[in-house]
């Protein structure tokens, strides 16, 4: 009995030396490093909706007078009081996941599949991203987007007219 404790571990330290490593034990599917475009194309929905059917829209409603706001951040907003930080989430929204870096993607990758319906699709999202951060922020980055750390602002008409193209 005592050489059957001894020998049990070590048997079992020598045969299962690669127990839980390798194959799908090695990969995480919680840390995709490369993601499909149908998975990009998911991503960017949310932020359509956020850009186009959440605050920005209830602000411009209240300060066209459409709607009343009479309670909490929004008694505020209806008189006017919005500063940086009310619309900043918005604006970087434009550009992070789920915004322009993944719609350029979904495009590159398109592109290279040869797979015109997503290109198309991606390049309307584009559209309707970009155009409404110009229609509520003004001057914005759009042509020079992701080049360097300080990209100058294009403005809102060149960004329309690249759009129009687009």
């Known amino acids: 009995l005592p050489i059957f404790n001894i020998l049990l571990p070590l048997l ?4 299962c030396q690669n127990f839980l490593t390798g194959g799908e034990l090695s ?10 475009t149908k998975l990009l194309f998911v991503a960017t929905q949310p932020e359509l909706w956020v850009e186009l059917g959440s605050d920005l829209a209830r602000y411009s409603s209240m300060w066209a007078r459409q709607m009343a706001g009479v309670q909490r951040q929004y008694q ?23 915004g322009l870096i993944d ?7 398109s592109a290279a ?4 319906t997503f290109l198309g699709v991606a390049q ?16 914005i980055v759009y042509t020079k987007a992701f080049t360097g750390s300080n990209p100058a602002l294009d403005g809102q008409l060149a960004v329309y007219d690249s759009l129009q193209a687009l």
């Open 103 to 109: 719609l350029r993607t979904i495009e590159a990758q």
């Open 12 to 15: 079992g330290a020598v045969a």
């Open 27 to 36: 990969t995480d599917p919680n840390r995709v490093t490369q993601a499909s």
């Open 76 to 98: 505020v907003i209806y008189w006017y009081g919005i500063t940086e930080s009310d619309a900043g989430g918005f604006y970087a929204g434009v550009y992070s996941g789920g």
């Open 124 to 139: 309307v999202e584009e559209v309707m991203l970009m155009g409404t951060a110009a229609d509520v922020f003004g001057d």
């Open 113 to 116: 599949a040869h797979d015109s």
